[in-house]
């Protein structure tokens, strides 16, 4: 009941700053953010991932915990950051849509519904993600893969796939 109680509020939450999805030539991509999991492989990935894309990229970490917080990202959030429901608390909601991206990468493997709501919940033209998790429908485009292969290699396909994107 809990969960689809959660699914519920997330996806009226996800009507509010949803805009119509679009695909974006990557030459014109200005901004782009990537939501993943507070570890030391999706920080090391999002770091190489910045680096190869030569774009800006402002990195978004969730920790299932209290008290981890990340300095090294844009923005590190964990369990106090979020209601019971998995939905932003006010003042972290203000932060995650006070800024449009062209993109938003969701670096969810495993169905977290924490990384989905923070995913969902930020305005953007663009959302990239693995196909396949239970919330996909709401990506522009995704990623083909399995989850074993790990954050790293789904980056690499993500950027791959976007730096062969071209709109008219």
């Keep these: 009941m809990a969960g689809f109680l ?3 509020v997330i996806n009226n939450e996800f009507k509010k700053v949803n805009s119509a999805s679009q695909s974006v030539n990557w030459a014109d991509v200005k901004n782009i953010c ?4 507070n570890d030391n492989a999706s920080v090391s990935a999002a770091q190489i991932f910045k680096t190869e894309c030569q774009k800006p990229v402002d990195v978004i ?3 299932n915990d209290k008290i981890t917080v990340n ?3 844009h923005l590190s959030l964990n369990k106090k950051s979020l209601n019971w429901l998995d939905i932003p608390v006010q003042e972290v909601m203000a932060k995650l849509q006070s800024k449009n991206y062209d993109i938003v990468i969701c670096g969810d493997l495993q169905g977290d519904s924490a990384l989905r709501a923070i995913t969902l919940l930020i305005k953007t033209k663009c959302r990239v993600g693995l196909e396949g998790l239970d919330y996909s429908k709401h990506f522009t485009i995704s990623i083909a893969m399995s989850p ?9 396909q993500v950027l791959k796939y976007l730096s062969l994107v071209k709109t008219n």
Excluded: C, E, H, R
Excluded at 34 to 37: A, G, K, M, S, W
Excluded at 148 to 156: E, P, Q, S, Y
């Design 148 to 156: 074993a292969d790990g954050i790293g290699n789904f980056l690499k």
């Design 34 to 37: 990537l939501v993943i999991p």
């Design 6 to 8: 959660k699914n519920w």
């Design 71 to 73: 300095n090294q990202v």
């Design 61 to 63: 970490t969730y920790t």
